[in-house]
Nanobody, 122 residues
Framework: QVKLVESGGDLVQAGGSLRLSCAAS????????MGWYRQAPGKQRDLVAR???????NYAASVKGRFTISRDNAKNTVFLQMNSLKPEDTAIYYC????????????????WGQGTQVTASS
């Protein structure tokens, strides 16, 4: 069973910074892509950033230049450094991991964390 546990969400003033972490645990072979989505009240869940391979990344246009995604493969952990936070960044942030369970299967399943609240007050 795979589990993703997030941490780091908080209430900060606009212009402040936060660092989110998400650690994957359980029995699996390897992790392909890891990343973050966010969902504001009444809105759909949108991709914020993702990371794969050695260090390939992509970001939503709204966070490019302010957020940085990174990954510790040895610890199966993904991070999201968020700087210059704006009120419009307020949302629940969900991490995800695309995981291959075993060498006997090519199937990759996406797993989600429980979500962590980020609030940037004006």
């Amino acid at each position: 069973q795979v589990k993703l546990v997030e941490s780091g969400g908080d209430l900060v003033q606009a212009g402040g910074s936060l660092r989110l972490s998400c650690a994957a645990s359980g029995n699996f072979l390897d992790i392909n892509v890891m990343g973050w989505y966010r969902q504001a009240p009444g809105k759909q869940r949108d991709l914020v950033a993702r990371i794969w391979g050695a260090s390939s990344t992509n970001y939503a246009a709204s966070v490019k230049g302010r957020f940085t995604i990174s990954r510790d493969n040895a610890k199966n952990t993904v991070f999201l450094q968020m700087n210059s936070l704006k009120p419009e960044d307020t949302a629940i942030y969900y991490c995800f991991a695309d995981i291959r369970s075993s060498s006997y299967s090519t199937t990759i399943n996406r797993y989600w964390g429980q979500g962590t609240q980020v609030t940037a007050s004006s």
